[in-house]
């Protein structure tokens, strides 16, 4: 039924197989009966809810027909005053793109789209009738209702927004499922942590690993958790006996760990917060069966996700899976076979070794003697001996997103941000202006979308960064 209608709400619906029919606001119940649909959408629109009175008996009408609805916006508000809720006027109103909503049903928090001066007063509500099923995080209004024993429920917000955000877009699956038939807890086992630091501060890994690892021990010891760290370089406030119960200035090498870990039997360890020095000395010692042989667990991510983010052929079979776009390229693991890939699709290539600090040993070769000199170079330093050969897509923009995921599946953009200099420029040499400063919002809702996508696909809990290229003048993106 249409109220005031986005062209998005039929569009969301076209995408996902569904013929929709578009009907005035004022149709009938009985003429909406008759056609024998599968669900009911009932759209945003203007204005005071409660002066649509003929619409409102209407759909007390269609409250009683069994058929499968879903309400968006004022469609919300008119089937609750027609199942005896009351509404009124907010002081403000709630606009704009970045409304955290929570679906109290699976504890996950959406980022959303609003546009209202009205709401439901939950006070109003029939618990025999419905309950609330999304409030907004901020006032804690009503964002929903999800109505009992009934194939129906409603939300405030904009599901259909576009270009976005489009976190909460997954209630039309929930629809078209409905017409075919937390916050996180405290892990009461994790008692003791080892938490890895990052080391020196070096070119290639940059200074903000010792800050995040800080925050993570003070964090971890304000819910009581013992915390025991180890981190090679003295001169940071990480390694002050103040930041963690017990301190190891000592190497960063998977015997120094091994022996820390027998000393001070931790239960989990943390790598997370520690750069590429750290993940790869928990890859080994997962790897080697050390982690389970002693009962300490990963915690922050898994062996499996720092595969997938960190083997090139595993996250270019992923990304391909959820159907994100990467250059041409192919994993090589001697230089012969990278002669040849770059024979296939052209020079200048883009090297990137596995598993290295920073992308240390990588490069751009533009002829052969570069190409074998940095692929040779490349194969040495990584520590599964891979590199990604990969067609140059420099003279891109460069995009970054900083995404942060919990284990109940919520995710949020901390920020995004956008290189000065274009793909072609180590990042490192570069400078980074956040947020972005040359985006529209449809690229931006596109990035941010996709971001989401990566972390979620990636099933990490924690801290991201998504790096972008995007084509200067068109939406392509890699």
Known sequence: MDFGAKNNIARSLNERGCDVTIYPAFTTAEEIIASNPDGIMLSNGPGDPKECVSIIEELKKLYNSDIPIFA???????????????????????????????????????????????????????????????????DKTVEGLRYKNKNIFTVQFHPEACPGPQDSNLLF????????GKRMPKNPNIKKVLVIGSGPIVIGQAAEFDYAGTQACRSLKEEGIEVVLLNSNPATIMTDKDIADKVYIEPLTVKVVEKLIEIEKPDSILPTLGGQAA???????????????????L??????????????????????????????????????DGVAFTNKIG??????????????????????????????????LSRVGQVLVERCIAGWKEIE??????????CITVCNMENIDPVGVHTGDSIVVAPSQTLGDKEYQMLRSSALNIISELNITGGCNVQYALHPTSLNIV
């Open 299 to 336: 915690i922050g991510t898994t062996p499996e996700t720092i595969k997938k983010a960190e083997d090139r052929l595993e996250f270019k079979e992923t990304m391909e899976k959820i159907n994100e776009p990467c250059a041409p390229s192919l994993v090589v693991e001697n230089v012969e």
């Open 173 to 180: 699956d929930e629809f078209i499922e409905m017409m075919g």
């Open 347 to 380: 020079y200048p290539v883009v090297l990137r070794p596995a598993y290295t600090l920073g992308g240390s040993g990588g490069g751009i070769a533009h002829n052969y003697q570069e190409l074998v000199d940095i692929l040779s170079n490349g194969l040495r």
């Open 279 to 297: 993940l790869n000395l928990a890859m080994e010692l997962a790897e080697a069966g050390f982690l389970d042989t002693h009962n300490c667990k």
């Open 401 to 410: 997103y900083e995404v942060m995921r919990d284990s109940a599946g919520n």
């Open 72 to 138: 968006i916006c004022l469609g919300h508000q008119l089937m609750a005053l027609a199942t005896g809720a009351d509404t009124h006027k907010m002081k403000y109103g709630h606009r704009g793109g970045n409304h955290p909503v929570k679906d109290l049903k699976s504890g996950k928090v959406y980022i959303s789209s609003q546009n209202h001066g009205y709401v439901v007063d939950s006070e109003t509500i029939n618990p025999e009738i419905a309950e609330v099923g999304f409030i907004n995080v901020n």
